[in-house]
Nanobody, 121 residues
């Protein structure tokens, strides 16, 4: 059974930093792409960043490029999202997700429960 467990959310001031973690378990993820999505209050869920577990290729939404960094620790089966220069508009529930590398870029198979990030102005 696949489990994705996020942690690291919280309240931070504008300009601050947070690091989110996603601990993955239940299968071998070497052929998977790991993603971070977020859902701001009253809005649709949106893509934030993704990384291929093998090869480490990354992709970011324009809104977070240069501020957020996605990375992985294969030994710990954990994916991170380092968020710097946070803005109030980054306030959202952040979700970790996973999809097969061979699958459609928009179709994620597994999701975590989410972690709240609140950026105060």
């Amino acid at each position: 059974q696949v489990q994705l467990v996020e942690s690291g959310g919280g309240l931070v001031q504008t300009g601050g930093s947070l690091r989110l973690s996603c601990a993955a378990s239940g299968r071998t993820f070497s052929s998977y792409v790991m993603g971070w999505f977020r859902q701001p209050p009253g809005k649709e869920r949106e893509f934030v960043a993704a990384i291929s577990w093998s090869g480490g290729m990354t992709h970011y939404a324009d809104s977070v490029k240069g501020r957020f960094t996605i990375s992985e620790d294969n030994a710990k089966n954990t994916v991170y999202l380092q968020m710097n220069s946070l803005k109030p508009e980054d306030t959202a529930i952040y979700y970790c997700s996973a999809r097969r590398s061979s699958g459609s870029p928009g179709m994620y198979d597994y999701w975590g429960q989410g972690t709240q990030v609140t950026v105060s102005s």
